[in-house]
């Protein structure tokens, strides 16, 4: 939508300068005459509408814009399927799982693709159609070996303006949440970040034919075949859920934090079809020049593939609250992670933050030590298939969540359970003798 202003009805009294908060409006002379001004709608207009009910005069409209998209030549699921040093993350092939539950909600002809981009990456082709590709756009490019912002998304609007993708799903990574805006907006479709559910919409018209119904379906236009994608993310520091919908452009696209979806089961020699696609790309298209590529030296943790996680939070003290939870991760055979109040006060690195503002995680048991449970960090931790919560604080909102319950203080508590765990080992080595 946009906003248009009614000359012939404007009289200038200012009270939609006064509503707007983004300082979108100026005055311009009205058909030559100096001495007569009206309000003009310039670049920093959001379309709040806060306008429409400010004027007294019926000056100010909505005015809808016509993009000139035909929907009905877009066809197919894409999944970004991200791929570092050629391998491919872990978020690549949940987003595979659940682009073909989407595809098979949309229609029998609708396919769930995935886009390799790189140089020398043939071999990922086959685990992709393992994981439910039907098919492969290879994009391979001596310029595209390391991942560049200019270079990839040159590369990906190429293919999408060529082959005309329905849908395009993102993992919201590091580089998904580089690489995703920029392309939508080349696009000129919608980008929805961070997405945590999505389901199909289908029109009016195609429910009411798959229904076989015997209501009246003639003010219901037959032309009418656009299904869409419901993208519903956390809004308002996770106190709500917003969904979204892309009605008039496409692609529709999402990005989808890694851990949400869930993976299918591999096909052992699954075959597709693989399209390779030839990039027009040179080296002015791009801007930077990687000279060098310096991993950290420090432990790296990998959250999303973790079995079993060891969090700690604010109710630990201190950092040096942090060695406990690293032992007992050691023990159980888990990795450590934090709450976002822990991070914060320094206590230990953001790689391990879990939640809305970290790592949304997936274990099979996921230990809270000494965290309250904030909405943030449950959005990004609740859907573990086991939560077992250790804190002081019986009436914590962790404990509505938790499968498991501990009321104590998790210095004491944590060694005994550490302790406990070393008894079942011995028992066991010695039923085995």
């Known amino acids: 939508m946009a906003i248009e202003i009614l000359k012939d009805k404007c009289t200038g009294c200012g009270l939609c300068f ?3 908060p983004y300082d979108a409006f100026e005055y311009e002379p009205y058909d030559g005459n100096k001495l007569k001004r009206v309000a003009k709608v310039n670049s920093k207009c ?64 609708t396919q769930i693709c995935a886009v390799l981009v790189g140089d020398g990456i043939d071999h990922l082709a086959d685990e992709c159609f393992a994981y439910g590709a039907e098919k492969v756009y290879m994009i391979q490019h001596p310029l595209l070996k390391n991942y560049t912002t200019d270079g990839y998304t040159k590369a990906i609007k190429q293919a999408i303006d060529e082959y005309k993708p329905e849908i395009v799903l993102y ?29 199909v919409k289908v029109s009016k018209y195609i429910e009411f034919a798959k229904a076989n119904t015997t209501l009246d379906t003639s ?12 993208q519903t993310r956390p809004a308002f520091g996770g106190n709500l859920m917003a969904t979204i919908i892309c009605p008039k452009t496409r692609p529709q696209m999402s990005t989808v934090r890694p851990g949400v979806m869930q993976k299918l089961e ?23 020049t990687i000279k060098n590529i310096v991993k950290s030296a420090k432990e790296m943790v990998s959250l999303t593939d973790a079995d079993i996680i060891c969090s700690g939070g604010r109710g630990l003290g201190d950092a040096s609250g942090f060695e406990l939870i690293k032992k007992f991760a050691d023990k159980v055979g888990g990795v450590v992670g934090a709450s976002r109040a822990a991070v914060d006060a320094g206590w230990i690195d953001h790689s391990h933050q879990v939640g809305q503002t970290g790592t949304t995680v997936k274990p099979k048991i996921y230990f809270a030590c000494g965290i309250s449970g904030a909405i943030q960090h449950l959005a990004g931790m609740q859907t573990s298939d086991l939560i ?18 501990i009321v104590g203080d998790l210095y004491k508590v944590i060694p005994e359970i550490i302790a406990e765990w070393d008894n079942a080992e011995a028992l066991y080595d010695a039923s085995t003798k």
């Open 18 to 20: 006064k509503s707007c």
């Open 46 to 109: 959001s379309f709040c509408n806060q306008c429409l009910t400010a004027c007294k005069f019926g000056a100010i409209k909505e005015k809808a814009q016509d993009f000139g998209a035909d929907l009905s030549a877009y066809k197919h699921i894409w999944v970004y399927a991200e791929q570092r040093d050629g391998k491919l993350m872990n978020v690549a092939l949940e987003l595979l799982g659940e682009g073909k539950k989407l595809a098979k909600d949309i229609s029998e002809d």
């Open 171 to 199: 993992g919201a990574t590091h580089i998904g949440r580089d690489l995703a805006p920029r392309i939508a907006a080349r696009c000129n479709t919608g980008l929805t970040a961070d997405c945590t559910h999505l389901d």
């Open 219 to 230: 003010t219901l236009d037959p032309n009418d075949t656009n299904t869409g994608i419901k």
């Open 266 to 288: 591999p096909v052992a020699g699954a075959k597709g079809e693989i399209v390779n696609v030839k990039p027009d790309l040179t080296e002015e298209d791009i801007h930077i």
């Open 388 to 405: 077992v919560a250790i804190n002081k604080d019986a009436d914590a909102p962790i404990f509505e969540v938790a499968d498991y319950g």
